[in-house]
């Protein structure tokens, strides 16, 4: 958290908002405004933490970073930033009803493609009436239908998040995502046989063994997830100072989702955590596109992270020339 020293210089007592970060073990300070020669009042104490969000700490540190690229390779990342500039330079000439026209349109494209990945039947056209118009469709089940819908809650909330990824905002995350599914997946006499499951928990790390079909790879026992989910944060917290973004949140995404902590859910919450981390570095975030899920899928079945990078990097560019071309 970001506090207020005062530094004397040439006798004089200077007063700066500072940030205490950490790289390979090494505390560093970043200076975050310059406050004058006065004492700061409480209340203008009160407004610098409004002002200044973990998210807009995070990117002051990173703007003067060199990162360590250990998975990704120099010409990722140089297109990887090259990617990054051209997508704000067309964001800020946007004017405020295109811009929120942008938002709207990739929030709500981000939600079909990520359910439809995991199986969710309701077109890009449905999901528009759903989550923008408030509308039913028919011949799709409510359970489909509350699935789009709690998916772009879980945008809202992830995207107005003022802390850092910890545990407990993940739950939280897992919790919008599934919210009320509970009730389709525990009643024999709702839920669609393949649908049907009695340990389906909402917001919670799951209690039994899962298994993903067609992975070459099985998920830790319920009783490791709690270990493995402090060992992935851990390894976030460490590394986002040091990893680039795409990389970083690539690494992450793997992980999360090899560890598979929730009883369902968690391909949807790995994509918009690995999102979380991008946005929260300065970085856009990435739609996976369902008509890519093989190339997706197989990139995640790898034995490191390597190729989901160069994967994230083609849909990023895939999305910029169908949307600014």
Known sequence: ??????????????????????????????????????????????????????????????????????????????????????????????????????????????????????????????????????????????????????HHNAIEFMVNEKRDISEEFIKKLHGKVTAGLGRYRGNPDIAPHELYDPNFVEGDYRIDQRYIRGAAFVPPSADKVVKEMKGLVDFYTKNKYILHPLELASVFHYRFERIHPFSDGNGRVGRLLMNFILDMADFPMIDISVKNRVKYIKALSQKNSKQLIPFLISELKNYLNGLFR
């Open 1 to 150: 958290m970001a506090f207020v020293r005062a530094k004397i210089i040439g006798g004089k007592k200077y007063f700066y908002y500072v940030q205490d970060y950490k790289i390979k073990g090494r505390t560093r300070q970043k200076v975050i405004k310059y406050l004058g020669k006065v004492v700061p009042k409480s209340e203008d104490i009160k407004k610098l933490k409004k002002e200044y969000s973990e998210k807009k700490i995070q990117q002051i540190i990173r703007a003067d970073l060199k990162f360590t690229p250990k998975l990704i390779t120099k010409e990722q990342l140089a297109k990887a930033e090259s990617l990054r500039q051209a997508f704000f330079k067309n964001i800020k000439s946007m004017g405020p009803a295109t811009k929120r026209q942008f938002i709207r349109r990739f929030r709500t494209a981000y939600t079909y493609h990520s359910c439809a990945i995991e199986g969710n039947t309701l077109s890009q056209v449905e999901v528009n009436l759903v989550v923008n118009e408030y509308r039913s469709v028919e011949g799709k089940s409510l359970y489909e239908i509350d699935e789009v819908k709690n």
